[in-house]
């Protein structure tokens, strides 16, 4: 009940099959999240201006990058590839959009096809956002993230050595710290997912009646995949939760394992 496939169980892992290894703790995974992220990241912001607001906006296509005024852009919704850019009336599908204004603070960062990086959104590297994925107005990446295809990092979210797979929503004011994400997760507004401890050691998880030491200073949650998450609701470091549960608003749940389907209140 804590293993990898326990918690996402909708499909195969790609391109993290490294990171989640079948017999071990789900959480190894965040312990392994930084060299694995150094290993397959494929940098392809190179040549953009680092370190401060975009002077204009780019566009990222089969590895050249182009300036807004060569091309026309229809601002739609990324996540269901309605992200449109044309050059010389040619639709160039899987176009990828950087918008004046957003900043990229290395080269370490991977933009996959169609994704759009708003105005005022800051990434670290080393970084993979995947296909189709909107970071929104404010999203603060910090480095060591791996998101997946069709995702949302939103308004004021802040994202942190942490995983979101395919589908995965945080789409207002959240905090995610070192912790996963599984597919179609929706996390409500104001959603925090805490991940430091306020006494000093690591943190550890009750399943069942065993209480099994993580080993880990830094551990926020896993949530399995369909998880949702209320409004303003919080989670405690090492939260487990099991696909398809729900937390119901301004809900503090954990820390320990909640199996699939819970209603957390």
């Known amino acids: 009940?804590?293993?990898?496939?326990?918690?996402?169980?909708?499909?195969?892992?790609?391109?993290?099959?490294?990171?989640?290894?079948?017999?071990?703790?789900?959480?190894?995974?965040?312990?392994?999240?930084?060299?694995?992220?150094?290993?397959?990241?494929?940098?392809?912001?190179?040549?953009?201006?680092?370190?401060?607001?975009?002077?204009?906006?780019?566009?990222?296509?089969?590895?050249?990058?182009?300036?807004?005024?060569?091309?026309?852009?229809?601002?739609?919704?990324?996540?269901?590839?309605?992200?449109?850019?044309?050059y010389r009336g040619r639709l160039l599908s899987g176009a990828s959009v950087i918008c004046a204004g957003a900043v990229l603070m290395d080269e370490a960062i991977e933009?996959?096809?169609?994704?759009?990086?708003?105005?005022?959104?800051?990434?670290?590297g080393p970084t993979i956002i995947g296909d189709r994925t909107e970071v929104r107005q404010g999203a603060y990446v910090r480095g060591y993230c791996f998101v997946g295809r069709g995702c949302v990092v939103g308004h004021t979210t802040e994202l942190k050595s942490s995983v979101m797979l395919d589908g995965a929503k945080a789409g207002h004011f959240a905090y995610l710290g070192d912790s996963i994400l599984g597919r179609d997760v929706n996390l409500g507004a104001g959603t925090k997912l805490a991940n430091l401890k306020l006494t000093r050691g690591s943190v550890r998880v009750k399943v069942g009646e065993e209480l099994i030491d993580t080993g880990l200073r830094k551990f926020g949650a896993i949530l399995g995949d369909g998880v949702q998450t209320g409004c303003n609701s919080v989670t405690n470091p090492g939260t487990l939760l099991g696909p398809g549960s729900l937390v119901l608003p301004n809900t503090t749940a954990g820390p320990g394992f909640f199996p699939p389907k819970s209603l957390v209140r």
């Open 1 to 86: 009940m804590i293993y990898p496939h326990d918690f996402f169980p909708s499909g195969d892992l790609a391109p993290l099959e490294d990171l989640f290894e079948l017999n071990k703790p789900v959480w190894e995974a965040l312990a392994r999240l930084k060299e694995t992220l150094q290993e397959i990241v494929a940098p392809n912001v190179v040549g953009l201006p680092l370190a401060e607001p975009l002077p204009k906006t780019y566009v990222l296509y089969e590895g050249e990058i182009l300036p807004r005024e060569e091309v026309e852009i229809t601002y739609g919704d990324a996540t269901k590839e309605k992200l449109e850019v044309s």
């Open 111 to 124: 933009l996959g096809r169609g994704v759009l990086v708003e105005p005022g959104a800051l990434i670290k």
